[in-house]
């Protein structure tokens, strides 16, 4: 009788420790999960045709091809579509963690970046999730507004990365499934130089705008919406004249080929506009206008524009706007349309 009680505890000690070993070493919770670790690319422009990353001047642009990839985020906002129609959020650290899954091979998980200032989501309970920015007003592009008619202008839109999973396996409970997620940029930045060859001593501030970029991005493909916009942006004066680091969507209509996609014409059919406003040091603006079409050509996804020979005129007639770099508009000012050859 003592010997059949010893082999009851026996059993029953047997029992709990395996039980606390599956906990331990097995279950990590009672549910099927994937481990999610995040990898980063950090590009600023995608290359079709200018190959800027193998031929970088650091001496002529004053810093290196590096120094252009955007920054790490502060978290990412996860969001998890269910079989029956169910949507949840998470936020995950830039490490990655665990998530919980429900067993099924219908589930999907979109990635991004929600620390941002500017951009807009919509529609993330739908296929067709996608990313716009803020509108911003400027009564003085009229010379941009009359060749993109119709259309919003905006500020330019934050760095955003997103990462979507279609469909991951039947995992079962207590297993963990890895989840590698590779996070890639959904907004570029094109370096816009405006170069002056005399007068450019006058500039105190400038401002400039580039009419023709798309007005949203798709979050699950990376394509970019039909709808294009004129983004607003405000510039820094150099030693050679103007210069400005403007993020952008890209070109409108593009399905880029980073994202598995066919993109072979890259030949635009749209009209892309290229302004600046300049104030000098008296108070007075001067504005300039360019068609930078040419340039868009293989450069859809970031790139450099660039335009030269800028004159600011001794004694030229320029209107008195009373500049004051706090308020929303200058005023009054000279428009010169393509007053010199753009590159």
């Not at 599956?22 to 999610?36: F, P």
């Not at 989840?179 to 405006?194: A, D, G, I, S």
């Not at 394509?223 to 890209?250: H, N």
Request: proline share 5%; charged share 25%.
């Amino acid at each position: 009788m003592k010997q059949y009680g010893y082999s009851i505890i026996t059993a029953v000690v047997a029992t709990v420790l395996l039980l606390t070993s599956c906990q331990k070493d097995l279950c990590y919770n009672h549910y099927a999960a994937a481990d999610v670790s995040f990898s980063w690319e950090k590009e600023w422009e995608r290359n079709y045709g200018m190959s800027y990353a193998s031929n970088w001047d650091a001496a002529y642009y004053g810093y290196s091809y590096d120094d252009l990839r955007p920054a790490m985020p502060e978290w990412v906002a996860l969001v998890k579509y269910s079989a029956d129609g169910e949507l949840s959020e998470k936020v995950l650290s830039l490490q990655g963690g665990e998530l919980a899954l429900d067993g099924s091979s219908d589930q999907s998980f979109l990635f991004y970046n929600g620390d941002t200032e500017y951009i807009v989501f919509s529609d993330l309970e739908k296929p067709y999730a996608s990313a716009t920015t803020t509108s911003r007003t400027r009564a003085s592009i009229s010379y941009i507004k009359e060749r993109h008619p119709d259309v919003r202008s905006m500020n330019p839109p934050d760095v955003l990365y997103a990462s979507f999973i279609d469909k991951v396996p039947n995992v079962r409970i207590h297993e963990l499934y890895p989840m590698p997620v590779k996070m890639q940029p959904l907004v570029y930045t094109y370096l816009v130089r405006y170069e002056f060859e005399h007068g450019k001593e006058q500039i105190t501030y400038a401002r400039g705008a580039i009419g023709g970029l798309a007005e949203a991005v798709y979050l699950r493909d990376g394509k970019t919406s039909d709808k294009s916009a004129i983004i607003l942006y405000d510039c820094t004066v150099t030693p050679y004249g103007c210069e400005a680091q403007v993020r952008s969507f890209g070109v409108p209509g593009f399905p880029d080929e980073y994202y598995g996609r066919s993109a072979d014409n890259l030949t635009p059919e749209r009209l892309y506009t290229l302004n600046l406003e300049v104030a000098l040091e008296d108070g007075k603006t001067l504005e300039f206008n360019f068609d930078i079409t040419d340039q868009m050509a293989k450069q859809p996804r970031g790139g450099v524009i660039k335009v030269t020979g800028l004159r600011i005129e001794d004694g030229q007639d320029i209107s008195n706007s009373g500049f004051d770099v706090d308020v929303k508009d200058w005023g009054n000012r000279v428009e010169i349309d393509l007053p010199v050859s753009s590159e």
